[in-house]
């Protein structure tokens, strides 16, 4: 007889799996509840399988990450404008504007992976 082990004995998803679901800002175990309430806003506990996140707390994780990927992405573009023999004016703004809505895009996106991994890792905050 193969009998299916309960919910609660299934085994955890591996760190990739919860990153990727992280970065679609669903929880870690179940795939289905949001990670995340509102823009950034974690919460307490997964709406659908009940799951407990707020232990895991990610403070300035996740900024650093959409810093990090939007200095990546943007610095060779402004360092290629500014060496450019015909510089032209609405560039560099441009380029500015564009980093910032990029940074804005990225930190849910970077806050729902990061509360996913400390997860995954089970890496807790100290009580």
């Known amino acids: 007889m193969?009998?299916?082990?309960p919910n609660s004995a299934l085994k955890r998803p591996s760190v990739w799996r919860?990153?990727?679901?992280?970065?679609?800002?669903?929880c870690p175990k179940c795939g289905k509840g949001e990670t995340l309430r509102g823009y950034i806003t974690p919460?307490?506990?997964?709406?659908?399988c009940g799951e407990s996140l707020a232990q895991y707390q990610t403070a300035d994780?996740?900024?650093y990450l959409a810093t990090f990927f939007t200095g990546f992405l943007y610095t060779p573009l402004i360092v290629a404008a500014s060496l450019s023999s015909h510089p032209i004016a609405w560039l560099a703004p441009a380029l500015i504007v564009a980093a910032l809505l990029t940074a804005l895009i990225l930190l849910p996106i970077a806050k729902g992976a990061a509360i996913n991994l400390l997860w995954a890792l089970d890496i807790q905050r100290n009580q």
């Open 43 to 48: 919460r307490a506990a997964c709406e659908t």
């Open 2 to 5: 193969n009998a299916s082990p």
């Open 18 to 26: 919860a990153i990727g679901r992280g970065v679609r800002r669903r």
């Open 61 to 63: 994780f996740a900024p």
